[in-house]
């Protein structure tokens, strides 16, 4: 069974950072590329950060690109996502999502179209 353990999230002023973690099993974790994802209440899912399995590859959606960083443990299966500047506006329940291949592209990981999701880590981020 594919499971994803997110984890990290809590309360932060803003300008400060955190780091999330998603550890996975059930999978050959080298196999498939992970996004991180976010929802806030009333809003829909957006914010994706993904990271392909293969090479290393990487992509962020507008909102957080060159704050936030993805990056992947094969030693751990975990995937982490480390958050600078936070921004009261990057309050959410933040995901981890596995897709059902090793590669993601910029356009499918702005889909967030990922085939499994965990349950989520609330990060908030005060003024």
Same mark, same amino acid.
């Given at each position: 069974e594919v499971q994803l353990q997110a984890s990290g999230?809590?309360?932060? #002023? &803003?300008? %400060?950072?955190?780091?999330?973690s998603c550890s996975a099993s059930g999978f050959r974790f080298d196999d498939y590329a992970i996004g991180w994802?976010? #929802? &806030?209440? %009333?809003k829909e899912r957006e914010g994706g950060s993904c990271i392909s399995s293969t090479d290393g590859t990487t992509y962020y959606s507008d909102s957080v690109k060159g704050r936030f960083t993805i990056s992947r443990d094969r030693t751990k299966n975990t995937v982490y996502l480390q958050m600078n500047n936070?921004?009261?506006?990057?309050?959410?329940?933040?995901?981890?999502?596995?897709?059902?291949w090793a590669v993601v592209s910029d356009r499918l990981c702005k889909s967030g179209a990922a085939e499994h999701?965990?349950?989520?880590?609330?990060?908030?981020?005060?003024?």
């Open positions: 999230g809590g309360l932060v #002023q &803003a300008g %400060g950072s955190l780091r999330l994802f976010r #929802q &806030a209440p %009333g936070l921004r009261p506006e990057d309050t959410a329940v933040y995901y981890c999502a596995r897709w059902p999701w965990g349950k989520g880590t609330l990060v908030t981020v005060s003024s």
